[in-house]
Every structure is written in C-alpha cells, then in structure tokens.
C-alpha cells in the first residue's frame, strides 16, 4: 500500500508524462504508457492494488481540478474589481454617462422653448401646430438614443418616425400626435438635462480628485503645488495648551509615506467611481433600450 501510494505521488506531481504505473498480485511493476488509467485497471490482469491505484487517482485529480477551479474563481474576482479600468466596456459607459450632458442640454432648449411658445401661442391657434411639431420631434431623440447605443455598445436598434414627406400634414399631425412614446420621449429628453447635468458635476468631481491624489507622488514636491485636505490654520489656546487647528481639522501631503497613500486613497476612488460609472450606464442604458422597443413595438 505505501509502495503504491509513493508510485502515485511521483506520477501525478512530478510532472511525469500520462502514465500507468501498478502493481499485480504478484508485487511485479508494470508500466503501461496511457492516458486512461481505468482502461488498465480493469484489464484481464487486474488486481486489488489497481484498483486502489485508480482510486487514488482520481482522487488527486480531483483535488488538482477543484484546486484548479478555485484559483480561477479568485482570480476572476480579482480581475473583475481591479481590472475595470482596462476593459473597453468602461470608457463606453463612461462616454456614454458623459454624453448625457451636451444632448440634455439640446433637447431641454428644443422642448422648453418649443413647448413654452406653443403654449403662450394657442390662444391665435398657431400654437397647436407648433405643439404637434415639438412632439413630432420627439421621435428623433429616438434615432439619436438608438444611434449612440449602435456606436457604442454594437447593438442593433432601429426606431423609425413618421415622415413629413410621405404623409399629408393631416396624416403626420395625426400620427405624431397619437403616437404614446413620443410623449415619453419628451419627459425622457427633459429628464436628460437633469440627470446629464449631475452626472457631469459628479464625474467631473470625482475622478479629477482621484486621479489628483493619484498623482500626489509625482507633484507634492514641486515647490507651489499643497496637497492641504482644509485651509484651515491657526491656533486655539486652551488653558496652558496651544492647539494647531490645521494639523486637526485637516491633513496634508509633505513627505512620500503620505504621498503613496494619498496615491492609494485615489487609486481606491478610482476603483469605486468606476464601477459606479458601470452601474448607472447600465441602469440608464437599460431604460433607455426599453423605452425605445416600447416606441419599436407600438408602430
């Protein structure tokens, strides 16, 4: 039995080629160059070592495979929460959450103005028609989402609007008019000035700070530039004890120990404000997908 398991060891965790290596009842060794080591252990010369071979065998490989797996496992992880900015995916969602900036601006001027003069025109009836135009619009914030999720993501989505020119301008008043997702398209166009708005600040915010603190090794020497947290200074005498406000209430970056860690911190605010950028492109682009194959589906 030892003999048999020492013969195992040496062939499966020395690096020794595909091999059979057993014992017959006899105590003589015969090797049999194979990759199935079943196949032999239930050879006409069989015996109750080979068997016992076989199960020591696959118990090994099992281990080496679960091994194996778990390894993987850790390394997958490891490369989903550091790796985040290598992939291509995140500067996608990242132009994509940047993008809602300029168009919310564009279809908050269009809606606001149009809306507001049709509205205050109504009462002469030229406001009707300018209302109907300014929901027909609408409809190619649609193509503009559906292109803009096409370039970036490879998707494959079509959204069609009625056409001026194929219809009389009864029919297309008409059509625009009854059309639901034109309607939700005008929320979703105002709705985009909002949410651009403040994804810009906090984008804008959050990474320079990072890659500010990123950079700290390379900058907090050069004379002009302070890595001070508050501008907090002074001093508080309380009793006997004077207390320096700056070195309480603040922090900042003198030495290269509190460089690298200010560089880790922003390594970190990286990190996170990365994989927030993923998520909410993701919750957006997901509303934006359903909404345009609402609009797809009710034509």
């Known amino acids: 039995m030892t003999v048999l398991r020492v013969i195992s060891i040496l062939g499966l965790h020395w690096g020794m080629p595909p091999r059979t290596y057993w014992l017959t009842s006899r105590w003589s060794l015969i090797y049999t160059p194979s990759e199935d080591v079943s196949t032999h252990c239930f050879s006409p010369c069989k015996s109750e070592l080979g068997l016992i071979y076989c199960h020591l065998h696959n118990h090994t490989m099992a281990q080496s495979q679960h091994a194996q797996s778990s390894t993987a496992d850790g390394q997958s992880l490891t490369g ?54 300014v929901i027909g619009l609408a409809g190619y914030i649609g193509i503009i989402e559906a292109a803009l999720l ?4 490879g998707r494959d989505i079509s959204y069609t609007v009625a056409s001026p020119r194929e219809l009389s301008i009864i029919d297309y008043l008409k059509a625009v008019v009854t059309t639901p997702c034109n309607y939700l398209l005008v929320i979703f166009g105002l709705a985009s000035f909002v949410v651009g708005l403040q994804m810009f600040v906090i984008i804008t915010v959050v990474f320079t700070l990072a890659l500010t603190l990123v ?46 860690l200010a560089s880790g911190l922003g390594v970190i605010c990286c990190l996170i404000g990365l994989h927030a950028v993923n998520l909410i492109a993701w919750i957006l682009k997901t509303l934006t997908e359903r909404l345009l194959e609402t609009g797809a589906s009710s034509e």
């Open 150 to 153: 096409n370039r970036l993501y």
């Open 215 to 260: 950079a700290a090794p390379l900058l907090y020497w050069i004379p002009g530039i302070k890595y001070d947290v508050t501008q907090a200074s002074g001093t508080v005498d309380v009793g006997s004890v004077t207390i320096d406000i700056g070195s309480v209430a603040g922090a900042s970056v003198n030495t290269l120990p509190e460089a690298l």
């Open 80 to 133: 989903r929460i550091f790796g985040v900015g290598f992939r291509r995916q995140t500067y996608a969602n990242l132009a994509y959450l940047l993008a809602r900036f300029p168009l919310g601006i564009a279809y908050f001027t269009v809606f606001v103005t149009g809306l507001s003069l049709g509205v205050g025109l109504i009462p002469v009836v030229v406001g009707i028609p300018i209302l109907a135009g």
